[in-house]
Nanobody
């Protein structure tokens, strides 16, 4: 049974930082592209960024480029999202997702497994 478990969310002031973690189990981690998405109240789920198995290739949404960094530790089956210079508009539930065969990309339909989400709230 595949499980993705996010952690690290919380309340932070604008300009602050948070690091989210997503621990994966039940899958061959290196065979998956891993991504972060987010969803704010009343809005559609939004792509944040993706990292491919080699960790040498990443892609980000324009809204977070230069502020957020995705990394992965294949030995720990864990993917991270380092979020710096947070803004109130970053407030959302953040979801970890896994795409089999490394397809990845920014479209949520390419992802096979999802975590339960972790809340990030940025106060102004």
């Amino acid at each position: 049974q595949v499980q993705l478990v996010e952690s690290g969310g919380g309340l932070v002031q604008a300009g602050g930082s948070l690091r989210l973690s997503c621990a994966a189990s039940g899958l061959t981690f290196t065979s998956y592209a891993m991504a972060w998405f987010r969803q704010a109240p009343g809005k559609e789920r939004e792509f944040v960024g993706v990292i491919y198995w080699s960790s040498r290739s990443t892609a980000y949404a324009d809204s977070v480029k230069g502020r957020f960094t995705i990394s992965r530790d294949n030995a720990k089956n864990t993917v991270y999202l380092q979020m710096n210079s947070l803004k109130p508009q970053d407030t959302a539930v953040y979801y970890c997702a896994a795409s089999r065969g490394g397809r990845g990309g920014s479209n949520h339909v390419a992802y096979d497994y999802w975590g339960q989400g972790t809340q990030v709230t940025v106060s102004s």
